[in-house]
């Protein structure tokens, strides 16, 4: 086969079928070289090699006539293998063009994926030339059919009343016995009548997963019969993850997107720009190390053999250089624009926004994305840290973005543990951190509140395990957190006794109330609403199986059913999810202000008490449509202490009365009058009312 190719556009990156041929354009500043490779329909024969024959700045083109979508291709970079320079080129590897939508066959854990000799000498093993060629254990890039990539409109969102819901696209559905066996597991199975049923139920707004751009296995988890099952290992950051694909392909996908917005739920991704899954001087060359390594890769300036590893997986993204933040930037607008994505939750943000200077919240990454109209209309949030030199940036990101608020979780799980002056930290995650966030004109919904994530316990783990139980990873248990300021009460995992069964849906049911009165942004990890264990492990990063998948079998209902009042009742009264922060200031020129701390007795909160275990929150809320409602203020009690309390109920007109909405401690009718000037508060229990007109 011979290719009739022509010089071309350095318009558009990628490759794009106009109607009669196909352009391709890829980036590479250092290369002497770039072939583009075609390929048999089964991607085992390759049937064309030849040069692009043009070059625009760093941007390499070709034209091919009457080369049609469905055609399989790579690349082959020419150029200097200069290791200790920072150069690896070896046309020997057939490489994936980054701006790829779809992949044909998969990754094989071979060394011949390997710029170098794996079979050369251990020491400066990296150093060595490698002349196998790797087509035959990679991929192959599709050149896609325009039709799939329509732009698409869609509705920006907002952040009021926004409840996320963090997801893996096959644990949530692989054991569910309402999703259809031929879809577990799969991006339609997610979309399933179901799954969308059980989030309308929790009032979900939005749900957030974990990493669908295509990802491969790490070969050190091969090697020990394990995978990548979180996917934090992004190859290609324009094609969907094939694994989740059911029987629509491609299409299931965006089928899936759809009936998420039809049912009114947004959809993010949780991205992973921060590094690529080609890892250190010993990792594999499958796309940008071939194609160009100087420039894709943060590299040590004294000795550019090595990566900076900000990380901690091998390699860092230069997304300082012009054309690898370019092709961030495409990435975003192509997921919101042509598949209908509604948001990013960005994996290791601080490594983004870290330039030669260090982290700068005016870099160029903040700077593009914040002046990118299609960007602007679409959910941000940072998790604000790595492990970089000054990598934890809490609260330090621009009013675009919220943030994972690991503060809050700690400060929660502490407080209801009983930890001193935990009850002081506590304080502050209830009124959305201010600390962190009131700054720069951002809003309370700035503080992403999670009691859990993928990364760490569950919910119920979090009442079972004091230590983490990770054997199942095979690195001897050293792996995950430490501190995870959980508490078994009593038992380490399950346990038949019914005082500590009782104590353990209690503290979950504490936690749970705590979150959504919490001003912020709640989430809440899949799986945590109906008691979900994964045996003690805290990092099942490479468990795709039961351990790591949720357990629809053994589902706690009765959480359900409080996980979904919850819901309801911070959906009803806006008091609880207020957008500026309240300092207790006068609320609507009624002399009441936006929020008042008390004692159980009515009194000022003793603040210096290591022991606080009890303390209300008087919450006040107005706007012009409620300024005279009968239910804008809100009187919210915590009591951790094992005793019950009678509590001091603020004073009311005499056409007023509280209503009690929720209480911890109530297995069923919590809503109720109350006609006194005291409450009852049972011992380790959150109780929230509403004040009512009589």
């Known amino acids: 086969m011979k290719l009739n190719i022509q010089s071309g556009s350095a318009y558009q990156l990628g490759a794009h079928f106009d109607g009669e041929g196909t352009n391709f354009a890829v980036f590479s500043e250092n290369a002497t070289q770039i072939d583009l490779c075609v390929f048999s329909e089964d991607g085992k024969t390759e049937l064309a090699r030849c040069p692009l024959p043009e070059r625009t700045g760093s941007l390499w083109h070709g034209y091919v006539p009457d080369l049609k979508p469905g055609t399989l291709y790579g690349y082959r970079a020419h150029g200097a293998y200069e290791p200790e320079q920072g150069h690896r080129f070896n046309p020997n590897k057939l490489l994936m063009d980054p701006y790829t939508r779809e992949v044909h066959g ?39 059919d325009p039709e799939l990539f329509k732009i698409l409109e869609r509705k920006p969102g907002n952040w009021d009343n926004t409840l996320i819901y963090e997801a893996h696209v096959k644990g949530l559905t692989q054991e569910h016995p309402d999703v259809p066996d031929d879809i577990k597991g799969t991006y339609e199975g997610l979309a399933s009548d179901a799954i969308i049923e059980h989030l309308l139920k929790l009032g979900i707004t939005t749900i957030e997963l974990l990493p669908v751009h295509h990802f491969i296995d790490d070969n050190f988890l091969l090697d020990k019969g394990l995978t990548n099952y979180w996917g934090y290992n992004t190859i290609s950051f324009f094609a969907p993850e094939p694994r989740y694909f059911g029987p ?6 965006k ?42 890769y943060r590299l040590f300036k004294e000795n550019p053999r090595y990566y900076i590893n900000d990380t901690g997986c091998g390699n860092t993204v230069n997304v300082s250089h012009p054309y690898v933040l370019r092709m961030v930037m495409d990435s975003l607008r192509f997921w919101v624009q042509c ?34 109209p299609v960007l602007a209309a679409v959910k941000l949030i940072a998790e604000p840290w790595d492990i970089g030199p000054g990598g934890y940036r809490l609260g330090g990101f621009p009013p675009e973005f919220a943030e994972w608020n690991d503060t809050y979780r700690d400060n929660v799980r502490r407080y209801w543990k009983g930890d001193d002056f935990s009850a002081q930290g506590l304080s502050s995650g209830l009124l959305g951190s201010a600390s962190h966030f009131d700054n720069g004109g951002r809003r309370a919904w700035s503080s992403v509140n999670l009691l859990t994530s993928h990364d760490g316990f569950t919910l119920a783990d979090c009442t079972r395990y004091n230590e983490r139980h990770n054997l199942a990873n095979l690195e001897n248990g050293a792996d995950g957190h430490g501190g995870n300021y959980s508490d078994n009460l009593g038992v380490e995992g399950d346990s ?11 503290r979950q049911r504490n936690m749970l109330a705590t ?24 990092n099942a990063y490479c468990q795709d199986n039961p351990i790591a998948w949720i357990n629809w ?13 919850l819901s309801a009742f911070r959906k009803t009264y806006r008091g609880v999810r207020q957008t500026k922060f309240l300092h207790g200031q006068e609320l609507c020129k009624n002399g009441i202000p936006d929020v008042e701390w008390m004692d159980f007795e009515g009194g000022a909160v003793d603040w210096h008490n290591p022991q606080l275990n009890g303390l209300c929150l008087n919450l006040g809320f107005c706007t012009e449509a409620t300024a005279d409602s009968d239910h804008a203020l809100a009187f919210i009690i915590f009591n951790r202490d094992e ?7 603020p004073k009311t007109s005499t056409k007023q009365h509280w209503v009690k909405e929720i209480d911890t401690a109530a297995e069923h009718n919590r809503k109720h009058a109350i006609n006194d000037k005291q409450v009852t508060v049972a011992g380790n229990s959150v109780v929230a009312l509403l004040l009512m007109a009589n």
């Not at 629509?248 to 996908?253: D, H, K, N, S, V």
């Not at 038949?496 to 209690?506: S, V």
């Not at 079998?553 to 009042?565: G, S």
């Not at 005793?643 to 109920?649: E, G, H, N, P, T």
């Open 643 to 649: 005793a019950s309390a009678k509590v001091q109920l």
């Open 496 to 506: 038949d006794d019914p005082k500590i069964i009782q104590a353990r849906l209690r």
């Open 515 to 538: 979150l959504f009165l919490s001003q912020g942004t709640p989430m809440l990890l899949a799986g945590d609403e109906l008691g979900n264990s994964q045996q003690g492990n805290n």
């Open 553 to 565: 079998a053994e589902q706690d209902t009765k959480l359900i059913e409080f996980v979904a009042e």
């Open 248 to 253: 629509q392909g491609l299409l299931g996908f």
């Open 106 to 144: 998969s990754w094989s854990n071979n060394p011949a994926t390997l710029g170098y000799d794996a079979d050369a000498e251990q020491k400066d093993i990296d150093l060595s030339f490698s002349t196998v060629d790797s087509a035959p254990f990679v991929p192959k890039s599709v050149v896609s």
């Open 339 to 372: 598949m209908g994505i509604d948001g990013f939750r960005f994996d290791l943000a601080s490594t983004l926004a870290r330039e030669d200077h260090g982290f700068d919240p005016n870099g160029g990454f903040f700077d593009a994305i914040r002046q990118d």
């Open 255 to 296: 089928n899936m997107v759809q009936r998420f917005h039809d049912a009114g739920i947004e959809v993010v991704l949780d991205v992973v720009y921060n590094h690529t899954a080609e890892g250190d001087q010993r990792g594999s060359t499958l796309s940008y190390r071939g194609l160009d390594n100087a420039s894709y």
